[in-house]
T-cell receptor, first 113, second 116 residues
Framework: DTAVSQTPKYLVTQMGNDKSIKCEQN?????MYWYKQDSKKFLKIMFS???????INETVPNRFSPKSPDKAHLNLHINSLELGDSAVYFC????????????FGPGTRLTVT | AQSVTQPDIHITVSEGASLELRCNYS??????LFWYVQSPGQGLQLLLK??????LVQGIKGFEAEFKRSQSSFNLRKPSVHWSDAAEYFC??????????????FGKGTHLIIQP
């Protein structure tokens, strides 16, 4: 199926650990994003990549490091996890030539204990 | 910077009744506007979008939205809701510079409850 996929769907870990979330899209898009949805369901852009180049890096702690090995993948690595990092993280992708209509992955629910 | 306001945190509608969800945006140029729906425990699904042209846009699942520049609004409507429409609805505005995608700015969402 053509889609934006994320792994894992659920991630429970302890404070201080390092974890990664993976995102892949097979829609042929050239732009990918990470969003964070907090406990109040507020969605905020974290990063965007266009053709593997970092475009947007919002006010996010440098413990968060995105990596885009190719146009179809955008991974999110988080160091030294804190309780406040608990959230749902959404990956999205779009095609620049199609006015950036974004398609979202199913989300990864991260719980830090 | 752009912003989106969804003034209604919760809305309760009887099944079969009409629905209007409000969205106001702030953006200096012509906006790219979107409505997304998030069912419980699910990701976000695009309902409809406005880039230019006809100000009344049709989307999936029987939804439509009207762009009103004079009111900076992009309200979502449906003539008759179904129980399966119960979900969280997000309005979003896009800012896309020539260098790439700046991402979407979302409103805080409206939680739609359907009464039998």
């Amino acid at each position: 199926d053509t889609a934006v996929s994320q792994t894992p769907k659920y991630l429970v870990t302890q404070m201080g650990n390092d974890k990664s979330i993976k995102c892949e899209q097979n829609l042929g898009h050239d732009t990918m994003y990470w969003y964070k949805q907090d406990s109040k369901k507020f969605l905020k852009i974290m990063f965007s990549y266009n053709n593997k180049e970092l475009i947007i890096n919002e006010t996010v702690p440098n413990r968060f490091s995105p990596k885009s090995p190719d146009k179809a993948h955008l991974n999110l690595h988080i160091n030294s996890l804190e309780l406040g990092d608990s959230a749902v993280y959404f990956c999205a992708s779009s095609l620049r030539d199609n006015n950036y209509e974004q398609y979202f992955g199913p989300g990864t629910r991260l719980t830090v204990t | 910077a752009q912003s989106v306001t969804q003034p209604d945190i919760h809305i309760t509608v009887s099944e079969g009744a009409s629905l209007e969800l409000r969205c106001n945006y702030s953006y200096g140029a012509t906006p790219y506007l979107f409505w997304y729906v998030q069912s419980p425990g699910q990701g976000l699904q695009l309902l409809l979008k406005y880039f230019s042209g006809d100000t009344l846009v049709q989307g999936i699942k029987g939804f439509e939205a009207e762009f009103k520049r004079s009111q900076s609004s992009f309200n979502l409507r449906k003539p008759s809701v179904h129980w399966s429409d119960a979900a969280e609805y997000f309005c979003a505005v896009g800012a896309f510079s020539g260098g790439g995608a700046d991402g979407l700015t979302f409103g805080k969402g409206t939680h739609l409850i359907i009464q039998p």
